[in-house]
């Protein structure tokens, strides 16, 4: 089957420390999806790779910790306009409040804490909606 015929997947964690929501500042770069925005933590699974072990080790690359706990919440299909092709988005949540004063941010320009209803205004559009979503 060819590689456009199957969706590209993503596993994204919604991350709370201290009641407070985890985003990433990505990085302001060329050829990335939304640069410079806030998102969530996460990325693109390896070929083969289990949505839960991607999104671990995610977080492991991009924030240096381990927290355990991991919940699965839903996963959402949609076309990507930026990779031209379908896309798989695995949602998972974990509380971080007890590793999250050892993070260091390793990838985007930063992370920051906020209160569901004081989100930033350039939130990456699916974000903002699961973000919406799990404070539902």
């Not at 990325?43 to 991607?54: I, K, N």
């Not at 999250?100 to 990838?107: F, I, R």
């Amino acid at each position: 089957m060819h590689d456009a015929d199957n969706p590209k997947e993503f596993a994204h964690a919604i991350i709370r420390v201290n009641g407070l929501y985890v985003l990433q500042l990505r990085d302001d770069i060329p050829g990335i999806a939304y640069p410079g925005q806030w998102s969530l933590f996460g990325g693109a699974l390896d070929p083969q790779e289990e949505p839960e072990a991607g999104v671990r080790r995610e977080i492991t690359e991009e924030l240096d910790i381990r927290p355990a706990g991991w919940r699965f919440l839903w996963r959402v299909d949609q076309y990507s306009e930026f990779w031209q092709r379908e896309a798989r988005h695995w949602f998972f949540e974990v509380d971080a409040t007890l590793e999250w004063p050892s993070h260091t941010v390793q990838e985007g320009q930063g992370a920051g804490l906020f209160r569901s209803d004081e989100l930033p205004g350039d939130l990456v559009p699916l974000a903002r909606v699961a973000i919406e979503r799990h404070a539902r």
